[in-house]
């Protein structure tokens, strides 16, 4: 029976990693069409960037992380206290992230922060117009802003002038910044695990979530602290559907605050809002839910007060996406290739683990952001560029890891081998 069972789950991990390498390779064989079209501007379909193999001593350190997590990663995982661990995986994130970006050289690091795209860009227009007058014409703005500002709510601008305005500002600290959010949504996604299937499992998924293939974009894209905010609010929000009185309270206005400034950093996180509203109406506890959506409020209120109405935003960040460069990318190539992209984030360790993903608990954590995932794609919002703009969900989605079978040490083995061919391979703008 056992022999039968092991073929049958085996059978079933095959079946996936089939899958997932069908899904990828249409997606390349039918990008060979988007790429001609060099006004979708997406010369490495369905990545953004140009495939472009990079060699040399610089990838030494990549393959040093990539052998070490291979080696003692799931020993580590079993063996340390559970403080030390989250400790340790905090670290070997920003570690994988940081080693796989200097592939690219020692500026690698901060070089992506600093074009013309991306937030840094428009923080002196905060400093010269003040951020409350910033926030009443953010929405008229939207326009003249740079790419990425335009995409998203004021909140990540006004966090770069914040910093600037108390002597940290610059790339140097905002590549800090990015790193630690990527680093703090690993832990964030670890304690909401442990929260809601025990501390073996969330153990087991542990070097998964903090090695995934996302990594490459962890280090060089804002979007790891959209993921780092997010996976905390999320976080603290479900500790609080398995507590009672004031210490349940006080998990649920956190998480809610967190979830709210969330909001206010990327108009995709509020599909992330479905994984704690799964895990309390499954535990039947509203009040936490009632708490934090309160608070989410308030804080809309808030913004709302100094001149920038959230819906309003969203409004103007359509249209101009819809101006741009989505109104020269095929719907059809897009709904394949987003989730082909999503899928080489998560490697096949992930698609393997789902067959075997038995745990109804962690179903509800995984299930619902694979639910928002799939709300994204559906959206027509993110014709491409999913690689940052989807890393809010890798790590609620990897930890399905934690139902691999025996053969964990390959799977991991697969999982960072898979971050580390698409470093080498892949020349990204993030």
């Known amino acids: 029976m056992y022999s039968r069972g092991a ?72 063996r340390l206290s559970w403080r030390r661990l989250l400790t340790v995986a905090m670290l070997a994130a920003a570690a994988w992230a940081v080693a796989l970006a200097l ?110 293939p996302a990594a490459v974009f962890v280090a060089t894209s804002p979007d790891a602290v959209f993921a780092g905010v997010a996976a905390w609010g999320v976080a603290l929000l479900v500790l609080a ?34 994984v704690p509203a799964a895990v309390a109406l499954a535990r039947r506890r509203r009040r936490p839910l009632a708490i934090a959506g309160l ?13 920038f109405w959230w819906l309003d935003g969203l409004s103007a960040a359509r249209a101009a996406y819809h101006r741009g460069l989505a109104s020269r990318r095929p719907y059809g190539y897009f709904l394949v290739a987003n989730l082909a992209v999503f899928a080489v984030l998560l490697s096949p360790a992930t698609a393997a ?10 179903w509800l954590l995984v299930g619902a952001a694979l639910a928002s995932v799939a709300l994204a794609d559906l959206s027509g919002l993110s014709k491409g560029e999913v690689e940052r703009i989807w890393l809010l969900f890798v790590p609620w989605v990897v930890l399905a890891c934690a139902s691999l079978g025996p053969r964990v040490r390959g799977w991991l083995a697969v999982h960072v081998g898979t971050g580390l061919a698409l470093q080498l391979l892949l020349r990204s703008p993030w």
């Not at 690219?104 to 428009?122: C, K, M, N, Q, V």
């Not at 608070?295 to 001149?307: C, D, K, P, Y």
């Not at 683990?353 to 962690?362: D, F, Q």
Request: net charge positive; proline share 5%.
């Open 103 to 212: 592939v690219d050289g020692p500026g690698a690091l901060t070089a992506p922060l600093t074009t013309r795209y991306e937030y840094l860009h428009d923080v002196p227009r905060v400093a010269s117009a003040g951020p409350g007058r910033f926030l009443e014409t953010f929405v008229e703005q939207v326009p003249t802003f740079a790419t990425h500002v335009k995409s998203h709510p004021p909140g990540m601008v006004l966090a770069l002038w914040g910093l600037d305005r108390v002597g940290v500002g610059g790339p140097r600290w905002a590549a800090v910044l990015v790193l630690a959010g990527g680093a703090a949504a690993v832990v964030g996604a670890l304690t909401a695990a442990k929260e809601m299937v025990g501390e073996a499992m969330a153990r087991r998924a542990a070097p998964f979530v903090a090695l995934a």
């Open 353 to 362: 683990a789902l067959t075997r993903l038995r745990h109804r608990r962690l």
């Open 295 to 307: 608070t989410v409020a308030a804080i809309a209120l808030v913004f709302a007060v100094a001149g």
């Open 241 to 274: 559907t398995g507590r009672e009185g004031r210490r349940s309270d006080a998990l649920a206005l956190g998480g809610g605050a967190l979830l709210g400034a969330a909001l206010f950093l990327s108009y995709g996180a509020v599909l992330l809002l479905a």
């Open 7 to 78: 073929g049958r789950a085996w059978a079933a991990e095959a079946r996936a990693v089939a899958a997932w390498v069908v899904l990828v390779g249409v997606a390349l064989v039918w990008g060979a069409g988007v790429r001609a079209d060099r006004g979708a501007h997406i010369q490495a379909a369905p990545f953004v960037g140009a495939w472009l193999p990079a060699w040399g001593w610089r990838v030494l350190p990549a393959a040093a992380v990539a052998a070490a997590a291979v080696a003692w990663g799931p020993e580590l995982a079993a």
